[in-house]
């Protein structure tokens, strides 16, 4: 059924679809719409799922995870501090191997108080072991927070899944959306190990040295396993609902002799550069990253590269900016733009790739342009 | 610092921010800032009132204000006031946080700061919901009212944040309502003549959020203490005293009807709520009148 | 590309106006998309509400900084926000208004919505309905086919005076 949806209500459609079975969740601007209209679907009986209103973002990991723990299918929404909130929390979701899903609005942190959209708050769960993915359309967003249940609870991955959208600028924004009818496309949940008085056992209890790195290593075996499942995943979703998807989104890439790179609404966006920079002779083209974690191989082979990192790791550099040069051997014009919402046009963009700097770091807004 | 009759002019809010017509809270603000004076810094966690002093290069508030983490106010000002009184400053300190900040994600810093007896006032402004993200329920909200997570109604009732501080024993707590200035003013007043912890706790009507016209902020207010959905008191030292408008209240209050009928929230509340909303504010005067006659 | 930026107050409708928008290109075969300006929203503060339609799917995200069409819900606005910003050369401004406006430089457009609204009795919480009756006149203006925007307000309200509101703004729509 096609309608005008935001990115948030696409979401919410998404998780009643999902059937979790509990949803622990605060409130934080811009993500506040998807747990209000999940609430009133359980309100007027459209989802059967426990609805808990938990007084702190920390305290929504914590709940999720005693859920799934009892082998529950569970679900939250955050944004920025409430994802640095909930940090401890994230990095339990995932060592206790817990598929919880989570969408994430991506947004700047504070100070200064700014909640437009920004990844630092995603980026700074990177290392955690939970999988992310970055959206950039509605449809999109409501076809992968689908496809994240099944992908979370894949006995090959049982690994937290975390869903980002560009805060205001995709949350909010209206844009035409084809909703599906699932059916069995999401298995019913089933965890290896839910508590269970009659069959008991310590979960997470002291571990020594001897043995915690092999847990590490588990955890890393899964995510390596989890890119195969997210390709079936994603190819079951485009037999079935005939949309398909990729770890990354190629745009007019295959013969470009210069392709930008950017993850979210700017990753798409850049398409729109990409064709005003065709019209003007310079064989331009896009790869959108998808999937951040694991890492996609991009196909950059002889070409430029102009990566847009709407983030930063202080002292270090872009971080999307990094991960491309160590995965791809490669260097790249490194540029920063859009943090806390700062406005990044298609026509800004064609000027990054028009104006490319090959092995150097470009601050848009702050550095001059030659 | 002297006790003043006087309300004094001086404004520490700047015209036109960009509070909502008829926000309770900016009112109750004004009335404590003047009762705070010139030599006070504010500590502020995400919430409506940090969201209205405006945005960056500009401040309405002509007080330095510290804004902070949404959980982390009440432990912010204790390190801030730990640290000035070393130094041997009095300047004041002041935490102005609302009902989520201080019943839910940040009880855990309030308590801890109480417990440690940190030099401060702790001012909470209680919209019932948390205002500054659209209206969805905390803990403040009471049974029954309608909000963005509870379109059913809320199914808990009120938690009880003032017996909480007061189980910390603190040296002065009260409460107020945006629609008894002068009320609000001595107290702050009196607060301040303590050291610290102490708890002043307002009641902040909301138009977006209560659902009523915005013209009618005092008069909303006003019958949340004369129907005894709110109590108006303060305890000096553990001793409690009633507020004046309260006593009355509590003599001859004003049917609960009146009160929720001006507000969209209560709208459709059901009848046995309203009876369990009636004995709890029953319960609540018998309570503290016993309380009030302890010698 | 087609461009629409909406001027309104907090509390007025301005973005359910874009989404009917939106909605009835949509039932009209093409692509769009809506959003309210990036920022906090305050009962009666001005708020913009953006609106792109267009026979290709939209991959623009910025705001719109040369609408084509300007449209204006609440006159008064104009004594704060310059709403004529970046108005493309030849475009047009659609005005709330009982009497024709002036808009130097541009072809103006006007319709006594409040008036309609109010003889429609469509009115919530003292404030008369402006976001269906607008499309109506958006319909006349051919933005969008008036088949369209009655089946696009059909399908967010149940309400029919939305649909008789925006008729009558269609009918009283001078071009």
């Known amino acids: ?370 | 610092m002297d006790i003043i009759a006087e309300i004094p002019e001086t404004e520490y809010v700047l015209k036109c921010t960009s509070a909502c017509a008829g926000c309770g809270d900016s009112l109750a603000l004004r009335y404590v800032l003047k009762a705070a004076g010139p030599d006070t810094v504010l500590v502020m966690p995400a919430g409506c009132t940090a969201a209205f002093q405006g945005v960056y290069p500009k401040t309405a508030y002509t007080l330095p204000v510290v804004n902070i983490a949404f959980a982390a106010a009440a432990s912010c000002a204790s390190g801030l006031s730990t640290f000035l009184r070393a130094k041997g400053k009095k300047t004041k300190v002041v935490v102005y946080a609302g009902d989520g900040a201080t019943l839910d994600i940040g009880l855990s810093a309030v308590s801890g700061a109480f417990e440690r007896r940190t030099d401060f006032l702790y001012v909470c402004y209680d919209n019932e919901a948390y205002g500054n993200t659209g209206m969805q329920r905390s803990g403040a909200t009471p049974l029954g009212a309608k909000t963005t997570t509870t379109p059913a109604g809320k199914p808990e009732v009120k938690k009880d944040i003032d017996t909480i501080i007061a189980a910390h024993e603190p040296p002065y707590q009260a409460t107020a309502c945006a629609s008894y200035p002068q009320d609000l003013f001595r107290k702050v007043q009196k607060a301040l003549t303590f050291t610290g912890p102490t708890f002043v706790h307002v009641l902040s009507p909301c138009p977006p959020g209560w659902r009523y016209s915005a013209e009618k902020t005092v008069e909303v207010g006003k019958l949340a203490v004369k129907s005894g959905m709110w109590v108006l008191y303060e305890r000096e030292q553990g001793k409690l005293t009633i507020s004046p408008p309260s006593k009355a209240a509590m003599k001859n209050p004003v049917p609960l009807e009146e009160y929720l009928a001006l507000q969209g929230r209560f709208k459709g509340i059901d009848a046995t709520t309203v009876e369990h909303l009636k004995e709890r504010i029953a319960g609540n005067f018998r309570r503290l009148a016993a309380e009030e006659a302890e010698p | 590309m087609y461009e629409i930026r909406i001027h309104s107050r907090g509390g007025q409708g301005g973005v359910t106006a874009a989404r009917l928008l939106a909605t009835a290109a949509l039932h009209d075969g093409k692509f769009a998309t809506a959003c309210p300006f990036y920022g906090a929203e305050r009962r009666g503060a001005p708020v913009v509400s953006f609106v792109r339609i267009d026979d290709r799917p939209i991959k623009v995200y910025s705001q719109i900084h040369e609408p084509d069409l300007v449209v204006v819900l609440d006159a008064s606005v104009m004594d704060v926000v310059d709403v004529l910003h970046g108005l493309k050369t030849g475009g047009r401004v659609f005005i709330n208004s009982a009497h024709p406006r002036e808009f130097a430089g541009f072809a103006a457009h006007h319709a006594d919505l409040t008036g309609i609204a109010l003889k429609e009795n469509l009115v919530v919480s003292g404030s008369p309905i402006l976001n269906t009756p607008v499309i109506g006149a958006l319909a006349k203006l051919g933005i969008i086919s008036p088949g369209s925007a009655t089946s696009a307000i059909r399908e967010m309200f149940a309400d029919e005076r939305n649909v008789r509101a925006a008729e009558a703004a269609y009918r009283e729509m001078i071009v």
């Open chain 1, 1 to 370: 059924m096609r309608k005008i949806a935001t990115g948030n209500k696409a979401v919410a459609e998404a998780v009643k679809q999902a059937r979790p079975d509990v949803v622990a969740a605060y409130p934080i601007t811009p993500q506040s719409e998807i747990v209000e209209t999940i609430a009133e679907y359980i309100a007027t009986g459209k989802l059967e799922s426990q609805f808990i209103p938990v007084e702190s973002e920390h305290s929504s990991m914590a709940a999720c995870i005693g859920a799934s723990i009892a082998g529950a299918r569970t679900f939250t929404a955050t944004s920025s501090h409430g994802l640095a909130y909930m940090h401890e929390m994230t990095n339990w979701a995932a060592g206790a191997r817990l598929p919880v899903v989570m969408v994430n609005v991506n947004r700047a942190l504070a100070p200064g108080w700014n909640i437009w959209a920004e990844h630092s708050d995603a980026i700074q769960e990177r290392d955690t072991g939970w999988l992310q993915v970055f959206v950039s359309t509605v449809q999109e967003a409501y076809d992968t927070t689908l496809m994240a249940f099944r992908i979370a609870e894949h006995t090959d991955v049982l690994l937290p899944v975390m869903v980002n959208l560009d805060g205001f600028t995709l949350s909010h924004i209206m844009q035409p959306l084809d909703t599906v009818e699932p059916g069995d496309f999401i298995p019913p949940v089933h965890t290896p190990h839910p508590v269970d008085p009659a069959h008991p056992g310590g979960y997470g209890t002291i571990t020594g040295p001897a043995d915690q790195f092999r847990f590490r290593y588990e955890m890393e075996r899964s995510m390596q396993q989890a890119k195969a499942v997210i390709g079936e995943t994603e190819q079951e979703f485009a037999r079935r609902f005939g949309r398909a998807y990729g770890a990354a989104e190629e745009y007019r890439a295959g013969d470009a002799d210069v392709v930008v790179v950017a993850l979210g609404t700017l990753g798409k966006e850049a398409e729109v550069a990409v064709d005003i920079l065709r019209n003007e002779g310079i064989k331009a083209g896009s790869v959108r990253p998808r999937w951040f974690r694991p890492f996609p191989d991009l196909d950059l082979a002889g070409k430029e590269v102009v990566v847009i990192d709407r983030d930063y790791s202080f002292g270090f550099g872009g971080v999307l900016a990094h991960a491309i040069r160590s995965k791809n051997l490669t260097k790249v014009y490194s540029v920063i733009a859009g943090l806390g919402g700062q406005e990044v046009t298609y026509d800004d963009i064609a000027e990054f790739v028009r104006h490319r700097r090959i092995g150097e770091e470009f601050w848009f807004g702050v550095n001059d342009r030659v």
